[in-house]
């Protein structure tokens, strides 16, 4: 009947270590029109263009209105890979592997101005998309949200539960589902209590947040349980990478008595 409280005990610093490049979707996407291919030095990147400021400067080119008004997306990426100076309306960078970064320059027929992309036959079945990572909008830096991180630590908490049950003689929560939905809430209410008092809503998990020299562009790839069966072809996504170093963030367990909820 208690409102619930923070407790100092239930205050839990940690520190992710990033394994393998980690994609949160924003639900937005890169064209081909707002980005370029570049290689500086042994390394290729992306290059985010202020594709609306260079038209703003170059409106009064008559050649560039040309280009745009015939709607061909292949000319049009053609004419900003040429004229489109990254140092001056380059908004980012982000590194990209160079098979990647080769397939992405060829997207609409598109080449990059100093690479050898330019020898390549054209590919205008690939359509040049980025996925975009999730990022903070105050601060604009890509972070893991404490949702995500909760969904990873409940399915191997609710594995742990499950299997403790089964020793106890229980039935596994697979053979309780087809029992129908009371049954199931019941078994969820004997793992993690009443919904006044449920434990995993009693966890909270903070964001984690991570710079923006952390991500790259990387090739997604879906692997099917089936070895047999492809998977389904993915948009190439920006992503944490593993030498981002430890993100920080923070568990807190609340309670509705003088304890917390779980321990």
């Not at 100076?85 to 980012?92: E, M, S």
């Not at 027929?109 to 999730?134: I, P, W």
């Not at 191997?156 to 596994?172: A, M, T, V």
Request: hydrophobic share 35%.
């Amino acid at each position: 009947k208690m409102p619930r409280s923070w407790q100092e005990k239930g205050f839990v610093p940690f520190w992710i270590e990033v394994l393998t490049p980690v994609h949160i979707g924003s639900n937005k996407e890169l064209s081909p029109l707002d980005y370029l291919i570049r290689r500086l030095g042994n390394q290729y990147w992306l290059c985010g263009i202020d594709l609306q400021g260079w038209l703003m400067q170059n409106a009064s080119d008559i050649s560039i209105q040309s280009i745009i008004s015939k709607g061909d997306v292949a000319q049009i990426r053609n004419m900003l890979n040429e004229k489109v100076d990254p140092k001056l309306f380059g908004i980012y960078f982000r590194p990209i592997e160079e098979t990647l970064a080769r397939e992405l320059s060829q997207a609409y027929g598109g080449n990059s101005a100093n690479s050898k992309f330019r020898e390549q036959k054209s590919q205008k079945d690939k359509t040049g998309e980025v996925a975009l990572a999730l990022r903070n909008p105050v601060s604009d830096c890509p972070y893991i949200p404490g949702s995500s991180l909760k969904g990873a630590i409940s399915t191997p908490l609710i594995n742990f539960l499950d299997l403790e049950r089964k020793r106890c003689g229980k039935p596994l929560l697979r053979d309780v589902m087809a029992q129908g939905r009371e049954s199931i809430n019941s078994a969820l209410t004997d793992m993690f209590g009443s919904i006044n008092e449920h434990a995993m809503q009693a966890l909270k998990i903070s964001d984690c947040m991570a710079l923006n020299s952390a991500c790259a562009i990387v090739r997604a790839v879906e692997q099917s349980r089936n070895q047999e069966k492809k998977g389904t072809p993915k948009t190439p996504c920006e992503a944490i990478m593993p030498s981002s170093g430890p993100l920080w963030g923070r568990m807190m367990l609340d309670s509705s008595g003088k304890t917390p909820a779980i321990t």
